[in-house]
């Protein structure tokens, strides 16, 4: 098993552009969720999707981040246009099933916003 | 919203020392999850409580669920320098019917050979 596989590790781009965040979640998993990392905050739970629906995108902090699943191994975290305060760790984790279980982690892409 | 509060926030300790970690949420929780960060990594689930006043053992890490269900704590005997990392405890809100995990801001332990 290949684990949760997140891309780009790093990233570094300037304020106003674009930037994309891909996941592939285990297979088998139907839970996905994407959280941000930072010192301040801590890991903060972004957006969730249960079989590919997103469920709970209450904290996305605003419209210029966006999230999708458009199929059960793959998904998506776009910010657009960056800004520097998004500069963070954002993690993508999967679970099995819908109940309380133990998330498993990707390796995170750091982002920098210049 | 639920808060899951974490302390110390840092801790030193010189190895063969144990180490303790504690975790209090503002509201009754269905259970909790420990996770463990190692610098520069990602977090790894260590262990999930559900019932109260449960106590799991993983050689010598030591959980434990309060009687009111809304604290925990994890206990190292004779921390060992691969112990070194942020211990997150995590919250699951049995108000929602997906189990939706608050993290507390984590201890980041230190170990000193």
């Known amino acids: 098993d290949a684990g949760v596989i997140q891309s780009p590790r790093h990233e570094v781009t300037e304020m106003g552009q674009e930037v994309t965040l891909r996941c592939k979640p285990i297979s088998g998993h139907n839970s996905l969720f994407w959280y941000r990392q930072t010192m301040m905050r801590g890991l903060e739970l972004l957006i969730y999707?249960?079989?590919?629906?997103?469920?709970?995108d209450s904290g996305m902090p605003e419209d210029r981040f966006s999230a999708k699943m458009p199929n059960a191994s793959f998904s998506t975290l776009k910010i657009q246009p960056s800004e520097p305060r998004d500069s963070a760790v954002y993690f993508c984790a999967s679970r099995k099933g819908q109940g309380a279980r133990g998330y498993t982690f990707g390796s995170g892409t750091r982002l920098t916003v210049v | 919203g639920q808060q899951v509060m974490q302390i110390p926030q840092y801790q030193h300790v010189q190895e063969g020392e144990d180490f303790t970690t504690y975790c209090n949420s503002s509201t009754t929780l269905s259970n909790i999850q420990w996770y463990k960060q190692r610098p520069g990594g990602h977090p790894v689930f260590l262990i999930q409580l559900v019932k109260s006043g449960e106590v799991k053992k993983q050689k010598r890490l030591t959980f434990q669920f309060g009687e009111a269900k809304k604290n925990s704590s994890l206990h190292i005997t004779a921390t060992q320098t691969t112990d070194v990392g942020t211990y997150f405890c995590a919250g699951v809100d049995g108000g929602t019917s997906y189990g939706k995990l608050t993290f507390g801001q984590g201890t980041i332990l230190t170990v000193h050979p």
């Open positions: 999707f249960n079989n590919n629906v997103p469920i709970d």
